[in-house]
């Protein structure tokens, strides 16, 4: 009934955005596979500097809009801006070109190599590495970019010698790589306790001063409400909540879809 009381926040829910609304602007953006929509007419805003928190439970689409909007995945309707441009459906080699950096849920280091040959790699593909004279120089930056990310003392060990919060260190580092000036980091908290949560949260701030935006998925609430300075809630691919962490922490939505479940506030 149109008489009855709405969230504060229902209205902004159903706002479409312009290329010029943020840095990276997703609008109506849709993704189905087969009979599933993964999202659902989803429209978001990132601006520039802040560290946006993409809450859902599991299944709710947050990686699945990380795809479309880093190449993955085409979407299937609905259009994706990167800083002021269409992007849409642009192949994933182009994002990072343009700035956007992720990282991934499932990543996979190359286990046979060190560390420090990690980010060398990640610096310069193995082609253009054997080839280039680059080596001295790739060295440098890679030792650089292992100590930005906390590994300045395992560099020379291998990733499975590695605690798992390196590890999930060393996919911020593999991401850092390419020098993003926006980055989607896809559960970086994952399996971690409350003290190395603390930990990453600090590099993900340092980044951000640095001049990163970032753009953080995880389940751990707590964790995550401490960091972001905004925080958008998807449910069954569509938006339920958007607001600052306080606001989000007391969404009647919100604790239905997932606090509820996982309580973690
Ligand atoms: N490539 C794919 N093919 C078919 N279905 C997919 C594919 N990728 C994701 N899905 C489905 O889309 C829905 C959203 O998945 P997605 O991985 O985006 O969720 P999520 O929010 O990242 O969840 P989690 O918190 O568990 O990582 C799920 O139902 C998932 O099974
Ligand atoms: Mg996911």
């Known amino acids: 009934m149109s008489s009855e009381p709405r969230e504060p926040s229902a209205d902004a829910l159903d706002d479409s955005y312009g290329p010029d609304d943020g ?16 999202v659902d007419d989803l429209s978001f805003a990132v601006q520039e500097q802040e560290i946006l928190g993409f809450i859902g439970p599991n299944g709710a689409g947050k990686s699945t809009t990380f795809n479309c909007i880093t190449g993955r ?31 991934f849920q499932e990543f996979r280091p190359f286990r046979d ?36 990310v906390g590994l300045g003392d395992d ?27 926006l980055m989607l980091v896809d ?18 701030e340092q980044l951000r001063d640095e001049g990163t935006t970032l753009v953080v ?11 972001i300075d905004r925080a958008i809630v998807i ?3 569509a938006k339920i909540a958007e607001g600052p962490p306080e606001e989000i922490r007391q969404n009647t939505a919100v604790q239905e879809a997932y606090l509820g479940a996982d309580d973690g506030s």
């Open 23 to 38: 840095v990276l602007v997703a609008d109506g953006l849709t993704k189905r596979f087969g009979g599933l929509t993964a």
């Open 187 to 204: 559960e970086p908290f994952a399996g971690l306790a409350e003290s190395e949560i603390g930990q990453l949260s600090e590099l993900l």
């Open 217 to 227: 998925v995880d389940h751990n609430m707590r964790g995550l409400l401490s960091l």
């Open 155 to 181: 560099l020379y060990r291998t990733p499975d010698e590695l605690p798992h919060a390196g590890m999930l260190r060393l996919e911020i580092g593999r991401a850092m790589a390419t020098s993003p000036d």
């Open 73 to 103: 995945y085409p979407p299937t309707e609905g259009t994706v801006y990167y800083r002021g441009e269409d992007v849409t459906g642009a192949a994933a080699y182009e994002m990072v070109d343009r700035g956007l950096a992720r990282t």
């Open 235 to 237: 449910n069954f691919g």
């Open 113 to 148: 190599r060190t560390v420090l040959a990690n980010l060398e790699t990640a610096l310069v593909p193995d082609e253009l590495f054997s080839t280039s004279g680059l080596r001295g120089e790739t060295r440098a930056q890679a030792i650089d970019l292992c100590e930005r």
